[in-house]
């Protein structure tokens, strides 16, 4: 077989600029993109199974407790603090509650307002924060401690 020279590759050369220049010659067609729809933003809708003596809260609760802080030790060697009953000049809760958690599933135990109690964790949420603390001089059977909404307590005695 021979070996192709300059003049056979020439007008393969010549054809193949030919065939480009047309095509670069030609209008290009326009392309017009479509918007993809937005994907909708995946809310969470978080509901809590509470049991019924779980009463609603007189001021707001957090929205959603996936946002809610994680707990931490109170640190603070003053950690007296004293149940508080009253929310805006009105005795809500004469015995005030207190639950398992932030999430408020059931209430643990209560105590008289104005009762003494320690506070052992702090947890700083977006809307409502909660103390777990511990009563003090509480005997008998059951649970000591438990979680309390912040406006439930007081860093001041309470003159009943």
């Given at each position: 077989m021979k070996k192709p020279t300059k003049r056979h590759l020439m007008p393969i050369l010549w054809a193949a600029a030919l065939l480009l220049s047309?095509?670069?010659?030609?209008?290009?067609?326009?392309?017009?993109?479509?918007?993809l729809p937005s994907p909708t933003p995946e809310v969470a809708i978080v509901t809590i199974e509470r049991d019924p003596d779980?009463?609603?809260?007189?001021?707001?609760?957090?929205p959603d407790p996936l946002?809610?802080?994680i707990p931490i030790q109170w640190g603070n060697s003053d950690n007296r603090a004293w149940l508080n009953g009253i929310y805006e000049g009105e005795m809500v809760q004469p015995e005030v509650l207190l639950y398992d958690s932030h999430l408020?599933?059931?209430?643990?135990?209560?105590?008289?307002?104005?009762?003494?109690?320690?506070i052992v964790l702090y947890q700083p949420n977006p809307v409502l924060d909660f103390y777990m603390v511990r009563i003090v001089g509480a005997e008998g059977e059951g649970l000591r401690e438990g979680w309390v909404p912040a406006p439930f307590l007081?860093?001041?005695p309470i003159n009943s």
């Open positions: 047309a095509c670069a010659g030609a209008a290009a067609p326009t392309l017009t993109p479509t918007p779980v009463p609603e809260l007189p001021f707001p609760d957090n946002q809610c802080g408020r599933h059931s209430v643990v135990t209560s105590a008289p307002h104005g009762a003494e109690v320690e007081s860093f001041q």
